[in-house]
T-cell receptor, first 109, second 112 residues
Framework: QKEVEQDPGPLSVPEGAIVSLNCTYS??????FMWYRQYSRKGPELLMY????GNKEDGRFTAQVDKSSKYISLFIRDSQPSDSATYLC?????????FGPGTRLSVLP | EAQVTQNPRYLITVTGKKLTVTCSQN?????MSWYRQDPGLGLRQIYY???????DKGDVPEGYKVSRKEKRNFPLILESPSPNQTSLYFC???????????FGQGTRLTVV
């Protein structure tokens, strides 16, 4: 079993839709839970991070962590074509980062 | 501006010809790391360094070498590249709070 699993997609949605992206993990020692966004031909950039169970909002983005189920989610409200990218979940223990394979999202105008 | 700079961005080379991909960060971070990204496999760690002169293997170190003689630089060396090392490579620098990895722009390497 991989340490972090993520549906690779691709996922296509119409503009304005609510998007749900999900990851599961296996190691209870993980400390921080993050979402990275990677545009084509670019390096990943941090979108959001949290370290506790519950929800964290930042504009149109909400990160949700359920430590009991080892499940993390990213919700995007009112999705825009500019949100089209690959989204990678990342989970850390110490300075070790473990990345999911990424979900490719396309938001169609 | 916080930055991780990789060079070159694109490289095509032949099997067996030694090459080096450079990486430099301007954030005074101690921890740096190299990843390769392949379709369906995501980012896999090749090597990491927790400080100057301290390096260690990641998940896929075979065929790669690194060095960390200065805090800001962390080059990746392929002594004898093979076609299975064709991939997209990223250097990352991680802050002291362990909450963000800053990535370079990537190096797309093709070994023929």
């Amino acid at each position: 079993q991989k340490e972090v699993e993520q549906d690779p997609g691709p996922l296509s949605v119409p503009e304005g839709a609510i998007v749900s992206l999900n990851c599961t993990y296996s190691n209870s020692a993980f400390q921080y839970f993050m979402w990275y966004r990677q545009y084509s031909r670019k390096g990943p950039e941090l979108l959001m991070y949290t370290y506790s169970s519950g929800n964290k909002e930042d504009g149109r983005f909400t990160a949700q962590v359920d430590k009991s189920s080892k499940y993390i989610s990213l919700f995007i409200r009112d999705s825009q074509p500019s949100d089209s990218a690959t989204y990678l979940c990342a989970i850390t223990y110490g300075q070790n980062f473990v990345f999911g394979p990424g979900t490719r999202l396309s938001v169609l105008p | 501006e916080a930055q991780v700079t990789q060079n070159p961005r694109y490289l095509i080379t032949v099997t067996g010809k030694k090459l080096t991909v450079t990486c430099s960060q301007n954030m005074n971070h101690e921890y740096m790391s190299w990843y390769r990204q392949d379709p369906g496999l995501g980012l896999r760690q090749i090597y990491y360094s927790m400080n100057v002169e301290v390096t260690d293997k990641g998940d896929v170190p075979e065929g790669y070498k690194v060095s960390r003689k200065e805090k800001r630089n962390f080059p990746l060396i392929l002594e004898s590249p093979s076609p299975n090392q064709t991939s997209l490579y990223f250097c990352a620098s991680i802050g002291d709070l362990n909450t963000e990895a800053f990535f370079g722009q990537g190096t797309r390497l093709t070994v023929v």
